[in-house]
């Protein structure tokens, strides 16, 4: 069973309409992560979360917002999603010393 | 500003060769961490190696070691006996004093059967 798990997997929205991606995890990590990449770039960070009650603004926050519902679940949302959000979407966690990111599948995003 | 620096869009290597991916930062931090993502085309980001700034000794993982040239900020990834299964993007990536990962935009890594 995989560590991370998105869902969902592949997604086809239009412009104005709300959604949220999920991302679940079984690692027993505090930290989680969204990003976006885009063709032919790196990813860039979305939104970060220590702990429950700590959820902080990556480089690319503008028109997303997260949710950690519990230590393992952390959503994302679009409240109004626009064509320029198309894109794949991952989550990651961590944990102390070592910093490693374990990342999900990721979730394919394409707003018409 | 924390930068990483991947100046191979493209690089192609025969099976059973040995290839070198480039990549360069830069941080003002005397104490950090950097990585080597791979990402086939099922889209999954692996962990291929890790590297401590504090540890002189260069990281290894079976066929995949780094050249950690801190005084250089030079962070190359070494693949030997390349295999079809290596094809990929690959992704270097710096961990910064907010715990953030810089990502570099990327190596397409092609095996030529």
């Known amino acids: 069973d995989a560590d991370v798990t998105q869902t969902p997997r592949n997604r086809i929205t239009k412009t104005g309409k709300r959604i949220m991606l999920e991302c679940s995890q079984t690692k027993g990590h505090d930290r989680m992560y969204w990003y976006r990449q885009d063709p032919g770039l790196g990813l860039r960070l979305i939104y970060y979360?220590?702990?429950?009650?700590?959820?902080n603004k990556g480089e690319i926050s503008d028109g997303y917002s997260v949710s950690r519902q519990a230590q393992a679940k952390f959503s994302l949302s679009l409240e109004s999603a626009i064509p320029n959000q198309t894109a794949l979407y991952f989550c990651?966690?961590?944990?102390?010393?070592?910093?490693?990111?374990?990342f999900g599948p990721g979730t394919r995003l394409l707003v018409l | 500003a924390q930068t990483v620096t991947q100046s191979q869009p493209e690089m192609s290597v025969q099976e059973a060769e040995t290839v070198t991916l480039s990549c360069t930062y830069d941080?003002?931090?005397?104490?950090?961490?950097l990585f080597w993502y791979k990402q086939p085309p099922s889209r999954q980001m692996i962990l291929v190696i890790r590297q401590e700034a504090y540890k002189q000794q260069n990281a290894t993982e079976n066929r995949f070691s780094v050249n950690f040239q801190k005084a250089a900020k030079s962070f190359s990834l070494k693949i030997s006996d390349s295999q079809l299964g290596d094809a990929a993007m690959y992704f270097c990536?710096?961990?910064?004093?907010?715990?953030?990962?810089?990502w570099g935009a990327g190596t397409k890594l092609i095996i030529k059967p």
């Open positions: 990651a966690t961590s944990v102390g010393v070592s910093e490693t990111q374990y």
């Open positions: 990536a710096l961990l910064d004093s907010n715990y953030q990962l810089i």
């Open positions: 941080t003002s931090e005397s104490d950090y961490y």
């Open positions: 979360s220590f702990d429950v009650k700590d959820i």
